[in-house]
């Protein structure tokens, strides 16, 4: 099975190795047909802390590091 792959913004790099990645998708309601955006926040490991608040990153499925963080950082 392959890796997911997200891009998003940071939205939050307070704590230690850990960056909130917020993630925007556009689709199309069934009914209406109705372009909708959702967004969705993910918590990202970040070993090196080299990720500040407002950079666009990429994240990808990893096993899970802690209770909320199942991805990673790519770039």
């Given at each position: 099975m392959?890796?997911?792959i997200?891009?998003?913004?940071?939205?939050?790099?307070?704590?230690?190795k850990?960056?909130?990645?917020?993630?925007?998708r556009?689709?199309?309601?069934?009914?209406?047909?109705?372009?909708?955006?959702r967004?969705?926040k993910?918590?990202?490991?970040?070993?090196?802390n080299k990720?500040?608040?407002?950079?666009?990153?990429?994240?990808?499925?990893?096993?899970p590091?802690?209770?909320k963080?199942?991805?990673?950082?790519?770039?």
């Open positions: 392959t890796k997911k997200l891009k998003g913004v940071v939205t939050s790099a307070k704590s230690n850990t960056i909130v990645v917020e993630v925007t556009k689709f199309k309601h069934p009914f209406y047909e109705k372009i909708i955006k967004t969705k993910y918590h990202a490991h970040d070993e090196a990720f500040k608040e407002g950079e666009k990153v990429s994240i990808i499925e990893c096993k590091i802690s209770k963080k199942t991805w990673e950082v790519m770039k």
